[in-house]
């Protein structure tokens, strides 16, 4: 583990952070779960994002488009 620091939380959220974690887990594998999730929800949202921005294009130029059928 890195160099270790002291953060100071409420205790509402130390209990929290106990029900997210597995037995034997401590709080900075915990956070570093957290972490990972926000990371990859916001990966999730960006793909969404792109997506919808992608069909409304398609959908606001279709005409631009040919099918692989008509090829």
């Known amino acids: 583990m890195q160099d270790g620091t002291t953060i100071q939380i409420s205790k509402k959220n130390r209990d929290e952070l106990k029900a997210i ?5 401590d709080y900075n594998t915990v956070i570093e779960k957290l972490i990972r999730e926000y ?5 999730k949202t960006r793909i969404d994002r792109i997506a919808g921005e992608a069909k409304k294009h398609f959908k606001e130029h279709r005409e631009e488009y040919v099918s692989v059928d008509d090829l």
């Open 39 to 43: 990371k990859d929800h916001e990966h």
């Open 21 to 25: 974690g597995k037995m034997g887990d």
